[in-house]
Nanobody, 126 residues
């Protein structure tokens, strides 16, 4: 049974930083596709970032490139999302997602069909 537990959400001022964590069980952070999605009120859930460690690959949606960094810790079986230079438009519920195997050519689709956590809220105030 796969479980993904997010933590690290909260309120932060614009320009600040926040690190989200996703503790995984039943799936392996350093050999499977892991990632983050977010959903703001009234908007569709969208992919933020993904990582596939065996290939040394990371993926980001354009709006967070240069500001967010995804990483994973094999010893803790945990995936992180370091968010810097936060903007009010980053406000959303952030979800951890995972799928066995590679992220493939479409990481968003691969993860969307996989396993999900319950989410953690990030609120960025101006």
């Amino acid at each position: 049974q796969v479980q993904l537990v997010e933590s690290g959400g909260g309120s932060v001022q614009a320009g600040g930083s926040r690190r989200l964590s996703c503790a995984a069980s039943g799936i392996t952070s350093d050999s499977d596709c892991m990632g983050w999605f977010r959903q703001a009120p009234g908007k569709q859930r969208g992919g933020v970032a993904a990582i596939y460690t065996p290939a040394g690959s990371t993926y980001y949606t354009d709006s967070v490139k240069g500001r967010f960094t995804i990483s994973q810790d094999s010893a803790k079986n945990t995936v992180y999302l370091q968010m810097n230079s936060l903007k009010p438009e980053d406000t959303a519920m952030y979800y951890c997602a995972a799928e066995r195997g590679t992220c493939g050519g479409n990481w968003r689709r691969v993860l969307y069909l996989g396993y999900w956590g319950q989410g953690t809220q990030v609120t960025v105030s101006s």
